[in-house]
């Protein structure tokens, strides 16, 4: 009778040859691929296209790697059988215990690897030709490979994420005391996100007190795991920071392809101020937000954020159906857009005095607006360009609203009024500081800006000010940020980077 089976292979761990597992490293980096795993399948499908083993002996000194990295539910079974079947028909032993199995993927693993190395530098490192290889194999890429840059000349490459399923096992079980299985993990551009199943799900109280414990244990330095609601009964999501060498930056073109993947729509204003823990875009419309709130710490990310959600809006746009209020007390930060033919008013509203004549400017737009929707019997600007009346979005960005504020405040009684009122006039506010306190943010303007980006801050008292509850501390910094729509909870992001050379290349871009 066999001893094999699927809740077996699940449970068990997996190793490879010592040689094999270099191979997996210079693979990963040629690949672009994010892990081991990754690399494994690719490897065990190539192998078992072949015949017998031959009759050297492999090693089991390479690393170790939990069948939740190398296979999932929905396909482990497909990969049994494939393995299984295959020593069958070459005549090879038996494989009906987990020894024999174990033993089996080690050695696809190992052959497969020296050929995958093979076809890479047969084709000359191309990674188009290579890809056209293993497609006409009918073999398959992992949906997180990347297309990589050439190699030895991207010295910006970050090192390639470390699985920590077993220490992060051990420290649960033993440090927190909490009992837990690992289900699998999924690295993503600055965190892993672990796939956690409580044995007992009163425990998830003691768990989540122990988060900080965790970090201590896990040598996270500062920064501390976040733990979310899983996908599953009985398990849990936590998403453990990388070392900076590791991540994995997103720069601002991406912005380009997520902004042509939507059907163009200028009754909708798309922005994309980065990726989700995993990698995917995230972006939302502040059309329906309708007003936005952007706070953090000197340093996190702030202004580069703003820079994101410009783009975003430029390249969804033209200078007809948008254009920008650019409010900037400090002067510096958005002079790059000047002379755009998106800015309204033409010029970037700069010092107290020029903030203060572009709000008031922007309120008798307001009305004038309201006034022209009356005449025309609509209530909106949706339904006022349905009838043919062309009138843009404004998009009001403010720099520093702490400055305007704090210098003038019949200014916060105006700002409140155009997020009262605003925005069915198809005017939007995007305001921003890297003071977030009550003196700023009062609790009138609060409750009229429901969208709210928290990127990082020093105490948990400033990201109940941003965001209405905690979080925002624990951040990573550099435009790692948390991301609240009204009535949601809070998305982490890790924010696009965008500079203002890159902004004053592509502003020069038709629209």
């Keep these: 009778m066999s001893e094999l089976s699927i809740q077996q292979v699940l449970t068990s761990k997996y190793r490879t040859s010592q040689a094999a597992d270099k191979i997996t490293n210079t693979l990963m980096e040629a690949l672009g691929l994010s892990t081991k795993a990754n690399v494994a399948r690719l490897a065990i499908g190539r ?22 990295s190398l296979f999932t539910k929905e396909d482990v079974a497909a990969w049994v059988g494939l393995i299984v079947t295959h020593a069958q028909i070459h005549g090879l032993s038996k494989i009906d215990t987990m020894d024999s199995f174990r033993s089996a993927v080690k050695q696809h693993w190992h052959r497969g690897t020296s050929l995958l190395l093979e076809d890479w530098e047969n084709n000359d490192q191309n990674f188009e030709r290579f890809l056209e290889l293993l497609i006409n194999r009918r073999a398959e890429l992992p949906n997180s490979a990347i297309r990589p840059k050439k190699l030895d000349t991207d010295p910006a490459r970050p ?10 096992l051990k420290a649960i079980n033993n440090d927190i005391g909490v009992a837990v299985e690992i289900k699998g993990v999924l690295h993503g551009p600055r965190v892993s996100r672990y796939k956690i199943y409580l044995k007992d799900v009163n425990q998830l109280d003691k768990l989540r007190n122990g988060i900080e414990k965790l970090s201590l244990v896990l040598n996270l330095q500062h920064a501390i795991p976040i733990m979310n609601h899983g996908d599953e009964s009985k398990t849990v999501f936590l998403d453990i920071p990388r070392p900076n060498d590791t991540w994995d930056r997103i720069y601002f073109q991406k912005i380009d392809e997520w902004v042509h993947s939507f059907t163009s729509d200028r009754d909708k204003l798309n922005v994309f101020p980065g990726v989700d823990v995993v990698g995917t875009s995230f972006s939302f419309n502040l059309s329906e937000a309708p007003h936005l709130l952007v706070g953090g710490a000197t340093g996190q990310g702030k202004s580069v954020c703003l ?25 510096v930060e958005f002079s790059v857009y000047s002379g755009s033919p998106f800015l309204y008013g033409g010029t970037v509203a700069v010092g107290i005095s020029e903030s203060r004549t572009r709000i008031e400017e922007l309120i008798e737009e307001m009305d004038s607006r309201y006034e022209s929707f009356n005449i025309a019997g609509v209530t909106n600007i949706i339904e006022a360009r349905r009838k043919g009346i062309k009138l843009p979005y404004i998009v009001v960005f403010i720099e520093e609203l702490a400055d305007l504020v704090l210098q003038d405040r019949e200014l916060e009684n105006q700002i409140v009024r155009l997020a009262q009122l605003a925005r069915a006039a198809g005017i939007h506010l995007v305001l921003a ?31 109940k000010i941003i965001l209405d ?12 940020m948390l991301v609240k729509l009204s009535g949601t909870s809070p998305t982490r992001v890790h924010g696009v980077y965008i500079s203002r050379e890159d902004i004053a290349a592509n502003l020069k871009r038709p629209g």
Aim: negative net charge.
């Design 47 to 68: 192998s078992l296209g072949l015949g017998a083993f031959p009759g050297e002996s492999v090693d089991s000194k390479g690393y170790e790697i939990p069948a939740t």
């Design 159 to 168: 090192t390639p994420p470390q699985d920590i399923s077993s220490m992060l």
């Design 307 to 331: 820079h994101a959600l410009i783009y975003s809006l430029i390249m969804g746009h033209t200078p007809e159906s948008l254009q920008l209020a650019l409010i900037d007390p400090k002067q």
């Design 433 to 463: 500081t890297q003071r977030p306190d009550a003196k700023t943010f009062s609790g009138l303007i609060r409750s009229n800006i429901p969208a709210r980006i928290a990127l990082r801050v020093q105490k948990s008292s400033e990201s």
């Design 469 to 480: 509850e905690v979080g925002a501390e624990n951040l990573l910094g550099a435009g790692d």
